[in-house]
């Protein structure tokens, strides 16, 4: 829960849109429909971190919603889409998220080009996140 909380308050600052304004309620929504993982979750904040510095402008553009959905989406596709077996789909993650799958398509689409298709990160990164979670 506290988690949740922390990741609301970043979400909000870090993409300040008032248009679909990330709340507590739609992150516990789309957590559980999503299964989202405690790994994904910080994986995407990695990613939220990495954007900040290398792509502000694309924050601006992103409502909170929907960076936080496309976020814990890529985030879960880089961890677990391992093919036919364990295969992520985008229709799925926008049932979760209220949206549907042509947006979905368009929010990864525009997440990869905006983080450069920088997905890879180092353990240390995660560590990061964790220490700053933890304090």
Same mark, same amino acid.
């Given at each position: 829960?506290?988690?949740?909380?922390? &990741?609301?308050?970043?979400?909000?600052?870090? &993409?300040?849109?008032?248009?679909?304004?990330?709340?507590?309620?739609?992150?516990?929504?789309?957590?559980?429909?999503?299964?989202?993982?405690?790994?994904? /979750? /910080?994986?995407?904040? $990695?990613?939220?971190?990495? +954007?900040?510095?290398?792509?502000?402008?694309? +924050?601006?553009?992103?409502?909170?919603?929907?960076?936080? +959905?496309?976020? /814990? /989406?890529? &985030?879960?596709?880089?961890?677990?889409?391992?093919?036919?077996?364990?295969? $992520?789909?985008?229709?799925?993650?926008?049932?979760?998220?209220? $949206?549907?799958?042509?947006?979905?398509?368009? +929010?990864?689409?525009?997440?990869?080009? &905006?983080?450069?298709?920088?997905?890879?990160?180092?353990?240390?990164?995660?560590?990061?996140?964790?220490?700053?979670?933890?304090?």
């Amino acid at each position: 829960s506290s988690v949740l909380d922390i &990741a609301v308050e970043l979400l909000q600052k870090v &993409a300040p849109s008032p248009i679909r304004r990330l709340q507590k309620k739609y992150v516990s929504h789309v957590s559980r429909e999503a299964c989202i993982s405690p790994c994904s /979750m /910080m994986l995407a904040l $990695v990613y939220i971190e990495r +954007l900040r510095h290398r792509n502000p402008e694309y +924050l601006q553009q992103i409502s909170s919603s929907d960076l936080f +959905l496309i976020s /814990m /989406m890529v &985030a879960s596709k880089y961890l677990y889409d391992e093919g036919e077996e364990e295969e $992520v789909f985008n229709d799925e993650w926008g049932a979760a998220g209220k $949206v549907d799958v042509q947006t979905m398509n368009t +929010l990864e689409m525009n997440f990869l080009s &905006a983080i450069d298709w920088s997905l890879y990160t180092d353990p240390r990164e995660l560590f990061e996140v964790l220490s700053w979670l933890e304090g």
